[in-house]
């Protein structure tokens, strides 16, 4: 094969590359479904929720998720949002507490999310899926509406 050929054969897949959603994306490990093992969490302040069911799926450079909640009093909440890997707002919806989500890679296996109200961070999040795939932990940090510190340490079990 002549180097010209070879230069557009090489040209070729290197535009295919680039045209491709995940191009130069990191992989995001979270993606799946996770459940929250409440016992092995701590929720400060209390009480913890019931249950949380939480789902991550590809979108696009992004990730779209979906949250069901049942809080302590057995309300069910629903929270979703999609979003791109790159520190820009986006909304998200059924948050009682927020109106935009921001994400972006951290170290390893991590994502950052921060929450905002009005342009004010009320919440960030650091989740953290462990080596095996099988345990995420997320810690969040912020305010309650009433401005009282929240320091919640959740852990997630992969499921099916």
Do not use: C, H
């Not at 009433?146 to 852990?155: C, I, R, S, T």
Request: no cysteine; net charge positive; glycine share 12%.
């Amino acid at each position: 094969m002549g180097i010209s050929r070879r230069l557009a054969v090489v040209s070729i897949f290197a535009i295919a590359a680039s045209l491709s959603p995940l191009a130069g994306a990191q992989s995001d490990a979270g993606l799946g479904t996770w459940k929250l093992n409440v016992a092995k969490s701590k929720f400060n302040p209390g009480p913890p929720p019931k249950a949380v069911t939480i789902t991550f799926e590809q979108a696009g450079k992004g990730v779209k998720s979906g949250q069901q909640v049942t809080n302590a009093a057995g309300e069910k909440v629903s929270v979703s949002y999609t979003a791109e890997y790159n520190g820009k707002d986006y909304p998200i919806t059924g948050s009682p507490s927020a109106d935009t989500v921001a994400l972006k890679f951290g170290s390893g296996n991590t994502v950052q999310r921060v929450d905002k109200k009005g342009g004010k961070i009320v919440a960030t999040f650091m989740r953290s899926v462990a080596a095996d795939g099988k345990t995420m932990t997320v810690t969040q940090k912020g305010t309650t509406a009433d401005g009282k510190p929240v320091d919640n340490l959740m852990v997630f079990e992969k499921q099916k």
